[in-house]
Structures are given as structure tokens and as C-alpha cells.
């Protein structure tokens, strides 16, 4: 396939087989009409962007039914909250300043600029009214070009733009930088938080890839997209989020920054060399087979802990379903009664985990390891990592 980006020949490194959607969590009735598509990871050998390549329509993705919720991490709440600091405290927003957010989700994050101006947009409907139902003043629909240029019809120009774990999840790239440069005003700033390659490719976490996240970046590769699209990437932050996240802080071409560190930066990844990925894909097909052993080893009496989207990816790559796994413990109401996409595994309220005392626990929601182990501190339980 070519690259989404710049068009030129890509390299594929890995292919994780038929996947159904990661958060489309069913029931039974819906397990004969459901969709799969052949995931499959390609590197750019010019811009140094890895993408997905099979990617669902988005509308079947985020709809009503979308099923992650940010505020499922008690974490990630403070993350934002965070956030939010820098924001108002390093001059990035005036009090009149107007703020938003894109892939806004639940609202987690713009909840903490109620009484500013700030406005989120978020397709999903299930986690929009969620935010809206929290105070948080949101727009359902797609972001593009076309959105931006109805947005700023309305509203203006904004101050700042955040975008988190929702960059690399629109595929429709060329529309959505066009969208955020009509938006941003010319001294305004972008800041955009996403899973780091570089740590994705560390870890082994395989399971990162899956239907929402298109496109993967290093500092290099997101460099490079500024580049194309006449914007500026002014500085970047390291972060521990999710097994190790970049946060960019990005400006229109014409604005001057700190862009020195950035060159210093890049010298730190080495992913610009194909054969680190080749290495990655074998690394991968290890982590399977000893996963597998070790539920084997088990003999199904294992259980699993959070119905992350990642989860899907492991289950489906692995073919694992109820005979290794009974059921998996999850926080999100609308996730709960329902099974697991592809693999069909049952996934049950995380109330009834304190009863049940399961010992031999598979931690799919690894990324929150420090929170989780801190709330199950007081049981006698056996973690299974799944990479
Ligand atoms: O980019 C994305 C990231 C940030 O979040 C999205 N594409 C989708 C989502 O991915 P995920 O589902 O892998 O995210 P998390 O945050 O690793 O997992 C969330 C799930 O874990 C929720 O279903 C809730 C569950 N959970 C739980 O049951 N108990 C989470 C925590 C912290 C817990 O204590």
C-alpha cells in the first residue's frame, strides 16, 4: 500500500490476522453478521509514519455505541487534569481565551475549563452526551475541514486545540490538518497527545495496533507530517500514559519556538531503520507462543481484567476464547452482559470480582498496572501480562 501521508511504496512488517472492530462489544445476536477486516502494519520508508492498512468506515466505529469511556481511569483523570494546569498556568489560554477539544470523549479533560470558552467535538454519541450531561459544551460530529470551517463560522478562532489518543485514530488526515490550521488562530497553539512508537516498538505492545489507531508516530515521522502540511512542531514532552506517550505542541509554519530540541530528540529513536521493525514482528510471535503456554499451563482457570480494545487485538491474534479465558471483569456499564468482539469471551461486571476471588488474573489493561495493582493490593492474585 502507499503511504496516507506522503504517498510513497510502504513496507509491511506485521500481520495480526482477521480482527473484528476492538470496542464493538455484542451479544449474541449479533455474532453471525459480525465484521472483521485482515489487520496488517506498514512502515513509510520516506516519512517514517507506520500505519494500519484495512481500516473500517469510521462511522462503523464511532457511533452510538462506542464503548471507551476516559473516565474509567482514576489515572488518566488526573492526567488531564494536569493538563489543564499547564494550560492556564503557562499563558496558553486568557481567561476569555476560547479552547477546544477534538475526540473529546466523555469530557474528562475539557471538564476542567468549565467557565472558559470551550467547546469539544466528539462523533461518538454515547461518550458525547456523556460530556454534555457533565457541563461540558460538545459537538457531535466528525472533525474535517468542512467542521472547522462551521466552528469558527460560529465561534471564532480558537487559542488552543488538544487533541489525546485522537489523532492517530482519523484517517482522513489531509481534511483534519487543513480543519485544525482554519481553526487555530495564528498565534494559537496545538497540543496533541498520542502513544509513542518508539515505546510501542520497546515494549512489544503489538496489542497498540488495532482498527482506531491508523497511524503510529515517532518524533521524526510527526516532524515530517508538520512539515508537509505548513505547520510547526515546536516542542515535545515524554510521557508515562500508556505504556509511554510523546505530547506535541505544535504551531502555524510562521510561528518561531524552541524547535532546536527537536533534532536532539529524534537522535534518541532509532526507527527509521526497517529492520527494527522486522525484529519487532518476530518479537511478537514469541510473546504469542509464551502467552499461550502459559494459559495452557493454567488449564482455563484464568479470568481477564479490563475489556480494553487491546484485549481484541490479543484475543483475536491469539485465538483465544473461553476455553483459556472465562470471562474478563470490567468497569464500563455499557461494556458489561455483553462479549467480547471476535472471541466472544463474556464480559462481566467488576463488582462481582471481590466475590469471586479469581487468582490467575490477565492484566489487559497493562498501561494502568500502578492504579490497578494499588486498588488490588489487599488479594492474592497471579498477574498474566499479555505481552
Ligand atoms: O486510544 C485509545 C485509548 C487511549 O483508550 C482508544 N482507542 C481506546 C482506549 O483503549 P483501551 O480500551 O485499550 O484503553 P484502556 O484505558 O487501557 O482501558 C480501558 C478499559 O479498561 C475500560 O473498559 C475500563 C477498563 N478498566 C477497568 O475495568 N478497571 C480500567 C481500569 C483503570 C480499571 O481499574
Not at 39 to 46: A, H, I
Request: aromatic share 12%.
Amino acid at each position: 500500500m502507499n503511504c496516507r501521508i506522503c504517498n510513497t511504496t510502504t513496507k509491511k512488517f506485521l500481520d495480526l490476522g482477521k480482527q473484528p472492530i476492538a470496542n464493538n462489544f455484542l451479544i449474541e445476536d449479533q455474532f453471525d453478521s459480525e465484521y472483521f477486516y485482515k489487520l496488517e502494519v506498514f512502515f513509510c520508508p520516506e516519512c517514517y509514519t507506520v500505519q494500519i492498512g484495512n481500516v473500517p468506515d469510521k462511522e462503523q466505529i464511532f457511533n452510538e455505541n462506542y464503548a471507551f469511556f476516559t473516565s474509567t481511569s482514576n489515572h488518566m483523570i488526573q492526567h488531564f487534569r494536569e493538563l489543564a494546569n499547564i494550560i492556564k498556568n503557562n499563558n496558553h489560554l486568557s481567561k476569555d481565551g476560547f479552547i477546544v477539544e477534538i475526540g473529546s470523549n466523555d469530557g474528562t479533560f475539557l471538564k476542567n475549563f468549565r467557565g472558559y470558552n470551550h467547546l469539544g467535538i466528539e462523533p461518538s454519541m454515547s461518550v458525547a452526551s456523556a460530556a454534555q450531561k457533565r457541563g461540558v459544551r460538545t459537538l457531535c460530529v466528525f472533525f474535517n475541514e468542512e467542521a472547522a470551517e462551521k466552528i469558527v463560522e460560529r465561534n471564532g478562532q480558537a487559542d488552543v486545540i488538544v487533541t489525546t489518543n485522537c489523532f492517530p485514530h482519523m484517517i482522513d488526515r489531509e481534511s483534519v490538518l487543513k480543519g485544525i490550521k482554519i481553526l487555530l488562530k495564528p498565534k494559537g497553539i496545538w497540543i496533541n497527545e498520542e502513544a509513542s512508537l518508539n515505546e510501542v516498538i520497546n515494549l512489544g505492545s503489538y496489542d497498540q495496533f488495532y482498527n482506531e489507531h491508523v497511524f503510529f508516530s515517532s518524533i521524526a515521522s510527526f516532524r515530517n507530517t508538520m512539515f508537509l502540511y505548513d505547520l510547526n512542531l515546536l516542542d515535545v514532552d515524554y510521557l508515562k500514559v500508556h505504556g509511554g506517550s510523546l505530547r506535541f505542541f505544535s504551531s502555524h509554519a510562521d510561528v518561531g519556538g524552541r524547535k532546536h530540541k527537536i533534532k536532539d530528540y529524534i537522535r534518541t529513536e532509532s526507527l527509521r531503520n526497517f529492520e527494527r521493525f522486522l525484529e519487532f514482528e518476530y518479537r511478537v510471535e514469541e510473546t504469542r507462543k509464551r502467552f499461550l503456554q502459559r494459559l495452557f499451563l493454567l488449564r482455563g482457570n484464568t479470568v481477564g481484567y479490563a475489556a480494553t480494545a487491546k484485549s481484541t487485538t490479543v484475543l483475536n491474534y491469539c485465538k483465544i476464547g473461553t476455553n483459556l479465558i472465562s470471562k474478563i471483569y470490567d468497569t464500563t456499564p455499557i461494556k458489561q452482559g455483553k462479549f467480547s468482539p471476535g472471541m466472544h469471551v463474556p464480559v462481566v461486571s467488576y463488582d462481582s470480582f471481590k466475590e469471586d476471588k479469581p487468582k490467575n488474573v490477565v492484566l489487559f489493561a497493562w498501561n494502568h498496572a500502578k492504579e490497578i495493582y494499588e486498588k488490588e493490593k489487599d488479594k492474592d492474585i497471579n498477574w498474566i501480562l499479555p505481552i
